[in-house]
């Protein structure tokens, strides 16, 4: 691998995350927190854990940002070849759009991602701090994961102050306990961040839209046409087919199911 390689966006995002990560754990680690008084009763249950979830939250956020997310083949595989042809057996309420950048024929809720130059499969955004689209592969995986990070980050929001002691010269506590603080206030912001994220998933979730869908739904062509979210299958079955691909069925059918329930409405 060529020495430039290294400096490529992605693992500049990547090596920080493990950084900063690691580097957080340690210091909880070193202070006087609960962590350490843990340690000097030989209760070690509680720091295991605590570095386990921290191991898993790494290894959720790695694999979220090196996977594929579900980009569109620029040359179809048998399957989707397949998948294509009952798709164009579907009546089209909206004829299926090609990309003027990769020129591939764009699925339902697929979107062209200039970032990662591919088009995506139920894109819902691209990431910045993940380097990588979330789309229709990842997507569960990004919710765990926030999931996850979140539990980490509120117990290591916890750790940190139990490590905190206030005392006067505010210059010495400075030296002996500021980049612990520092800590503290940082894993303050990471978890309001990844709390309002997780909330805003998991509505997301919950009403089978994506963020792209729900802030640009005026820009949608398919959504454009509709005053609600054709693709709404009721609270259980968004889960069930978000968690566990159940029950199957492409988003193309599913609009031409809406579109003529809506006729028969009418």
Partial sequence: MAPWALLRPGVLVRTG?????????????????????????GELLAPLTFLLLVLGSLLLYLAVSLMDPGYV??????QEEAKEEQTAMVPQA?????????????PLR????????RCVRRYDHHCPWMENCVGERNHP???????????????????????????????????SSGL???????????????????????????SNTTTWEFISSHRIAY???RSGNPFDRGLTRNLAHFFCGWPSGSWE??????????????
């Fill in 223 to 225: 959504l454009r046409q």
């Fill in 180 to 206: 612990l603080f520092a800590t503290f206030l940082l894993l303050s912001l990471f978890s309001l961040v990844a709390s309002l994220l997780l909330a805003s998933h998991l509505y997301l979730v919950a």
């Fill in 253 to 266: 059918t599913l609009w031409a199911e809406d579109e003529e329930g809506s006729s028969q409405d009418v």
């Fill in 17 to 41: 995350h493990t950084v900063l990560t690691w580097g957080i754990t340690l210091v909880l680690f070193l202070h006087d927190t609960a962590l350490r008084q843990w340690e000097e009763q």
């Fill in 94 to 106: 909206i004829p299926l759009r090609r990309c003027r950048h990769c020129m591939v024929l764009q």
């Fill in 73 to 78: 083949n620029v040359l179809p595989q048998p």
């Fill in 141 to 175: 995986l990004f919710v765990a994961y926030l999931a996850l990070q979140l539990v980490v980050l509120l117990w290591g929001l916890y750790l940190a102050w139990s490590g905190l002691r206030f005392f006067r010269p505010w210059g010495l506590w400075l030296r």
């Fill in 110 to 117: 697929a979107r062209h991602c200039r970032e990662c130059r």
